[in-house]
């Protein structure tokens, strides 16, 4: 059996996550060690694509969320990019997505 036959055979995913621009690298270094952004069987790694430039997040903090008596924050924005990275299978998948929730 050929790498490509195997490389085909295992479903695919996309990763799509939006993160702080100073946290960019970071998180594409733990998404590329659990095995994500390996592309046509490892001819290619660390294969991604972010958004440039940055968007804009925004946000309330909603504080005693859930003991009922809520009080909502201020307004809160953050400078993010979004990142874009093929997982080849689902375990790698999975692993990619605990690398980011560290």
């Not at 295992?10 to 702080?20: A, E």
């Not at 809520?70 to 375990?91: F, S, T």
């Given at each position: 059996?050929?790498?490509?036959?195997t490389?085909?055979?295992?479903k695919?995913?996309?990763?799509?996550?939006?993160?702080?621009?100073?946290?960019?690298?970071?998180?594409?270094s733990?998404?590329?060690?659990?095995?994500?952004?390996?592309?046509?069987?490892?001819e290619?790694?660390?294969?991604s694509?972010?958004?440039?430039?940055?968007?804009?997040?925004?946000?309330?903090?909603?504080?005693?969320?859930?003991?009922?008596?809520?009080?909502?924050?201020?307004l809160?924005?953050?400078?993010?990019?979004k990142?874009?990275?093929?997982?080849?299978?689902?375990?790698v998948?999975?692993?990619?997505?605990?690398?980011?929730?560290?």
């Amino acid at each position: 059996m050929s790498k490509r036959t195997t490389d085909a055979a295992q479903k695919r995913y996309r990763l799509l996550f939006t993160v702080p621009s100073e946290n960019v690298e970071a998180c594409k270094s733990a998404v590329f060690a659990a095995g994500a952004g390996v592309w046509n069987d490892g001819e290619y790694v660390e294969v991604s694509f972010q958004s440039p430039p940055a968007g804009v997040s925004q946000f309330r903090k909603v504080d005693n969320f859930r003991d009922g008596e809520r009080k909502i924050g201020p307004l809160e924005k953050v400078d993010e990019v979004k990142v874009d990275i093929m997982c080849i299978g689902q375990e790698v998948m999975f692993r990619a997505v605990k690398a980011l929730n560290e």
